[in-house]
Structures are given as C-alpha cells and as structure tokens.
C-alpha cells in the first residue's frame, strides 16, 4: 500500500510514489499515452498513463474514463516545468471506482440559469473552487483576528420574535401557532451578550426578504458582527479596519494560487492596510454631486452612489453620520446633530458598495423608547433590549461584515452567488 496524498502537498513528494483519489477533470489520449488531469478536491494534477508502464488492463480502464469518473491512481511524482501546478504522475497503477454517465457542464459556455440549476456539479469547476477556497480562508482569518483580539465567540438565535433590521425583508415562520422571524441579524443579542463579556461576535447566517435582484443580494448571507462595550464609532472605525486588512492579506499569503486562478490583480489588495479614508455623509453627498452623480441629502445611497464613491478611493472607504431617518432604530445620535446618527459604513472600491454596516448603539433608554414607537416597532417583543439600557447601559459598538460581498470584492467576482456552495436569491430554491 502507498501512501495516500492529496494533490495540494503534492511538491513535498517528488520521486515517491504515492496513491491520489479524486476525480477526472478531463483526459486527452494519444495512441500509447493517455494524459488525465485528475482533481481531488484540493488542485489539480496531471497523471501519465504510458501503455508499457502498466497492465492492458490498467490502459484500457483508463482509455474507458469519462470525465468526472471517479477513480484511485498510484505512480510517482515527478517534477516537470511543463505541467500544470508543475508536478506530474507517471501511473503505476489505476482503480476506477464509477464511469460517470455523460457529464452535463462541458468547457462550452453555459447560461447562467442551467449553471444555477446545476450548482451541485457546477461547485467542482477550478473556478468555483477557487472562489470556496478563498471563502473559507476569509472566515477562518476573521475567527482568527477576533479571537486574537479578546472577542468571545456567542452565536445568536436564528428563530427571533421580532426585526432588527427593519420589518420589510422579514422571513416570516410559525413557531407553534406565533409568527417568528429567520434572524435579519444577531446585533441585537449581541449587544446583551457584551454586557456580559464585553467584547463578542456572533457569525452565522441571516435572512432578509430583498425583492431586489442585483449582483450583491442574497436571501440567506453569512455575516460576522462583533460588539463591543466601552467602544465609540472612532474606534469601531479602528476595529473593521485592522479586521478587514487582516482578512485580505491572509487571502494574498494562502491563497495566491486561487487569486491566480481567478485572474486577480493582487497589487490592489496588497495595498488594503490601515488606515481607510474616512468622510461624513455630507462631504460624500458634496463629492457625488461634483461627479454628477445624482444624490439629495437625506437619500440612502444605492448601487451607483455606492460604486461613485468607491472608485474615488483606492481602498475601502468609511462613510460615517447618516441621516438618522435612513438608519435603523438603534443607532446612536450625533450629540453634535441629533438629525445624524453615529452610524458607519464601509465601502469597498471597484463597485462593490457596503461590505460593513454598523456603528454605535444608542446608550439612552428614552431615545431607544422613542425611536421603538417613530419605527412602528412593536414595543412589548423589545422590552428585553430596553433592560439592557436600565441595567448598566454604556455607550457600545459593533459592525456586521458580509461574508459574500467581501469573498466577492477579495475576487473580484461579479455576482456574490458564486461566493456561496448554495446561494438562496430570489425565486430560487432549488438545488
Ligand atoms: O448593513 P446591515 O443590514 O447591518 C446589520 O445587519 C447590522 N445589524 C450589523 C451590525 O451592526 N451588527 O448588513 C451588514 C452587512 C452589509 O454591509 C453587507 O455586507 C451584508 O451584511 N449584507 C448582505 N449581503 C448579501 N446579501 C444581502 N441581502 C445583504 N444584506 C446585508
Ligand atoms: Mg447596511
């Protein structure tokens, strides 16, 4: 029996022999020789069937491969320039394990919609795969800053009784004869968990209702979303930017081959360290104006103010101060201007938009009573949140980072639905 290696480590077997398991990517034969680039959910090799290195019945089993069939291959790996990840296998042996049927996704090109309803397979493209490897690598580097950096990992509920995010894009459940809602965010909870441990984060996935089918809207995201006690916009501001620059040189030091794959210019993100630009909403509504851009205060901003403001900076930029009226109930005022709220968000460039929301919460338990009322909120499924202002309420922060939008700007991917094995957009439910 040889040792059975995956293909990522492969350089640290050249000259031994050793057994792959994975699949066809594709194979080329010519008459002696049969070149099949095998895939094993971790990269790609080239593996060399000569017909005088094996038995007729190892080169007739490998004549028969189709593409994706599965198979258990042994030989040795050599060193070769030429070859794809530049390592090859010169066969011994091979096993095959299922001929696939005829495979549906050929290197032709295929529409969007037949793509989507095949994404179980369409997940094994180097494509796909790049994209997932770097998803993971964005969610372990944040786990890993956060717990570096004394936040306690406290997951929320998914099943709520009430919004947090506003009552529009609720998904709306039974739980036993009550409405419940699919959690929009775990903000919320958080902010009860840090008046226990002070620092928190919660990652888990969230749901919002979004009529809207645009490149940057999922049904069902991934968001991270630390809180802090003792912490005010000026340093939830420090916290995204030391976060996000961390999670983006992980990608360039783990994943440069994936980066390649997906033809990625890395000088723009080696460039994504601290400090970000920072402007208020007022100077970005002066900025779009002076670009034409059409923009009045007191607008949200949407696709093309948020691409407009992007491209003026050459790394993410944090805009601070909306408009209390376009903001969540639980933002805190501006004791400069009680119209604006101490709210933030973070823009990524080349079109992206908003990557992090959040800001500071309101501390005040009669502000947090009258804003409840202004947004027609139910008051009785808040009274626990308003405790939280009775019982020693200090002023706190805290963001919620998409997962999706930030694998997608890392990419520089178009769509955020090939940021997720399954994405969950709208009139799609299958597979
Ligand atoms: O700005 P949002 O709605 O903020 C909150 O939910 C806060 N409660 C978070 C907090 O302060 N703890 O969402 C935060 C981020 C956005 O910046 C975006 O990256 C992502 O979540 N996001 C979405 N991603 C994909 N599809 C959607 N429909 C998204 N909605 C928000
Ligand atoms: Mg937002």
Known sequence: MTERVFIEHISEHVEETVTIKGWIYSKTGKGKLQFILVRDGTGLLQCVV??????????EAAKSLTQESSLIVTGKVRADERAPGGFELDVTDLQ??????E???TPKEHGIEFLMDHRHLWLRSSRQHAILR???EVIRAVRDWLDDHGFLNLDTPILTPAACEGTTTLFETDFFGE???????????NEANIMAFSRVYCFGPTFRAEKSKTRRHLLEFWMVEPEMAFADLDECMRVEEELVSYVVQRCLKNRSRELETLERDTSYLENIVPPFPRISYDEAIEM??????????????GAPQETALGEAFDKPVFVHRYPSAIKAFYMEADPTDPSRSLSVDLIAAEG?????GGGQRTASLELLEQRIKEHNLPRESYEWYLDLRRYGSVPHSGFGLGIERTVAWICKIDHVRETIPFPR????LYP
């Not at 000569?50 to 080169?59: S, Y």
């Not at 779009?288 to 901003?301: I, M, N, Q, R």
């Open 50 to 59: 000569f017909q005088k290195a094996v038995t007729p019945e190892v080169f």
């Open 352 to 356: 992206y938009g908003e990557i992090i």
């Open 425 to 428: 957009v709208l009139n799609r």
């Open 103 to 105: 495979y549906p996704i």
């Open 96 to 101: 095959v394990v299922q001929i696939a049927a």
């Open 179 to 189: 409405p419940a809602y699919l959690s929009q965010s775990g903000q919320l909870y």
């Open 134 to 136: 770097v998803r993971a």
């Open 288 to 301: 779009l104006k002076a670009k034409g851009v059409p923009a009045e205060w007191g607008d949200d901003f």
